[in-house]
């Protein structure tokens, strides 16, 4: 398959989705949410750009697993599988789920496992060495029912002694900084603080930053 040929099945998804996915579709007016310049897809939120920003690359290696909350249709995803031993994702739209198979599958990236779940509902049987809750701790689409103790709870579940949580701040937590300190008395509770920094949003434009944070399970 050519890159044409993946980018006109592609976009067959997110028409797809357009007729049939009735909770918020993330940047819709841009077709997709993330962007991957490996596939050439330009997106509200590049995988590459923003791991670049993020500046983690440091807590990767080949022999630890990872685990991507709300991975939207996979391109971070996958961009991180490269660096990692397994890299999944859960997504509650079926459609993104689609889109990130299908463009691991061109790519042959073995390593990159889907999951269609609410992350309430997500049970898979493993833990983690690495999870990333990158701005889904809430969702304005009303598909998240956890209140952030027990979505903190169960991340603390799921990852390993030690293991690390990568977390992304909401955009409103910025233009209301009040809203942040009760999530981080939790993340005072159960980890170590190792970074704290604000990184570039991209998305949505009137938001230039957010805050991203690199914690170790206590």
């Known amino acids: 398959m050519d890159l044409s040929i993946l980018h006109q099945e592609l976009s067959a998804i997110i028409e797809e989705q357009k007729n049939n996915w009735k909770s918020l579709v993330y940047a819709e007016k841009k077709g997709f949410y993330q962007g991957y310049d490996r596939i050439g897809i330009e997106g509200a ?99 998240t029912k956890f209140t952030f103790q027990e979505y903190m709870d169960k991340i603390y579940s799921l990852l390993k002694a030690g293991g690390l949580l990568i977390f992304e701040s909401q955009a409103i937590d910025v233009v209301k900084p009040e809203l942040f300190e009760p999530k981080l008395k939790v993340f005072n509770e159960q980890y170590k603080i190792l970074d704290d920094k604000m990184v570039p949003s991209n998305y949505p434009v009137n938001v230039k930053e957010r805050r991203f944070l690199v914690l170790r399970k206590k």
Do not use: M, W
């Open 45 to 143: 939120r590049p995988a590459e750009e923003r791991l670049k920003h993020y500046d983690i690359l440091q807590y990767f290696s080949k022999d630890k697993t990872a685990l991507d909350i709300g991975c939207n249709c996979g391109f971070f995803l996958i961009h991180i599988a490269g660096f990692l031993k397994q890299a999944d994702g859960v997504e509650i739209n079926p459609y993104l789920i689609r889109i990130g198979e299908k463009t691991a599958g061109f790519l042959n990236v073995n390593n990159a496992g889907f999951y269609n779940s609410s992350f309430e509902n997500f049970s898979d049987g493993k833990d983690y060495d690495l999870v990333f809750s990158l701005a889904n701790d809430s969702t304005i689409d009303g598909n």
